[in-house]
Nanobody, 125 residues
């Protein structure tokens, strides 16, 4: 059964760093891309970064460029989001997700079908 579990969130001061993890089960990262998304209260969910099945990354949010990086460990079936130089506006619940259509790509034209439970990131002094 397809399942995604996020972890690694918490409270961090501005300028600090966090590494989020997305553990996948029921499918292989050799065949699926994984997208990281975030949603702050009162705001629409937005894409952050995506990593394809072959390891290529795609930026979804301009505000995260140069500060966030995505990577994966196929052996552990886990995707990571390294977040550096965190800002208060990065505060949100962070989710990882996959889809069935063009499942191996980060094409932003198509919606994601399967989501984890999310992990809270709070950036505050």
């Amino acid at each position: 059964q397809l399942k995604l579990v996020e972890s690694g969130g918490g409270l961090v001061q501005p300028g600090g760093s966090l590494r989020l993890s997305c553990e996948a089960s029921g499918f292989s990262l050799n065949y699926y891309a994984i997208g990281w998304f975030r949603q702050a209260p009162g705001k629409e969910r937005e894409g952050v970064l995506c990593i394809s099945s072959t390891g290529g990354s795609t930026n979804f949010a301009d505000s995260a460029k140069g500060r966030f990086t995505i990577s994966k460990d196929n052996a552990k079936n886990t995707v990571y989001l390294q977040m550096n130089s965190l800002k208060p506006e990065d505060t949100a619940v962070y989710y990882c997700a996959v889809r069935e259509f063009l499942r191996d790509t980060c094409d932003r034209r198509y919606e994601y079908n399967y989501w984890g439970q999310g992990t809270q990131v709070t950036v505050s002094s």
